[in-house]
């Protein structure tokens, strides 16, 4: 991203856009001092494999193989190229490409079986995390924050753009998105890690992937954190523990972080955000 781009972002998250939310946030349980550390002091963000997610359809896609011969055979080919020794001749990859086409004419091999275990593979080795464009919800309280015990960071996209731009939205749909092996790229796999179930629109999710960085750090700007929102059971023993944290982020000379509450209202379903002074 050139200066320019960068500048033309920043004003068009701040303004406020149908694209971007101005902030995304991160529920998390609070349990983990070192996982807080991680955010808080070391600005850095864990990513997971797609297979620790909660949800087993999560990540999931119908892969179908539609094509002429000789373009089932081109792909095959481009398949081989890929995963071959590079010391390989070429006329011995189209050799053994026509003789995958003959067997799956033959129904001696699966191809489609092979292009689902490629998925799960490039799944598998992918690094993912996971936003909300919402602070006040209920059920993100109660599923990821421990029943309203743990905490919600709060980031300005506009600050980082590098990273925060790559957080692209979920997709809510009834049924897996569909990949066709033979006509379309394989990042056209990626369309599995942005499409979940309907029923988890609630959520407002935002995810970043990272291929090939599964269990590794995605580093972003300190000052992108600009808040820490408490949960409304959390404790105070909780809350002490967090503020170490904010100590040990003031002693690195790193931007303050505003502190919110969550209040639960006294006549509705609703979560409201309360600043604690200081």
């Avoid at 689902?116 to 936003?131: A, D, Y």
Wanted: charged share 30%.
């Amino acid at each position: 991203m050139t200066k320019i781009e960068e500048i033309l972002f920043r004003r068009k998250i701040t303004r406020g856009s149908r694209s971007f939310p101005r902030f995304l946030y991160k529920y998390n349980n609070a349990q983990s001092i070192n996982y807080l550390r991680d955010i808080i002091v070391y600005s850095k963000f864990w990513l997971s494999s797609p297979y620790d997610f909660n949800d087993p359809f999560d990540t999931r896609i119908n892969t179908v193989i539609s094509g002429s011969g000789p373009e089932i055979i081109r792909r095959i080919r481009k398949a081989l190229e890929r995963i071959e020794d590079s010391s390989r001749k070429k006329e011995d990859i189209d050799r053994e490409a026509a003789k995958l086409y003959a067997d799956l004419k033959n129904k001696n091999v699966d191809l489609k079986k092979l292009a689902k275990n490629s998925h799960e593979i490039t799944m598998q080795s992918s690094g993912v995390v996971c936003f909300s464009e919402d602070p006040r919800n209920i059920l993100l309280w109660s599923h990821y924050a421990n029943h309203h015990k743990g905490i919600c960071f709060q980031f300005n996209i506009a600050v980082n753009p590098d990273i925060f731009l790559y957080a692209l939205p979920v997709i809510y749909a009834e049924k897996y998105p569909t990949h066709n092996w033979v006509k379309e790229s394989d990042d056209k796999f990626r369309d599995g890690v942005y499409t979940k179930f309907r029923d988890w629109e609630y959520e407002k999710e935002r995810r970043i992937m990272s291929p090939g960085l599964m269990h590794q750090y995605l580093h972003f700007h300190a000052s992108s954190l600009e808040s820490v929102i408490y949960g409304c059971k959390i404790s105070d023993s909780q809350i002490d523990e967090v503020r170490k944290l904010l100590e040990e982020r003031k002693s690195k000379s790193l931007p303050r972080l505003a502190e919110y509450r969550a209040i639960q209202s006294d006549d509705a379903y609703i979560i409201r955000l309360r600043k604690v002074p200081g």
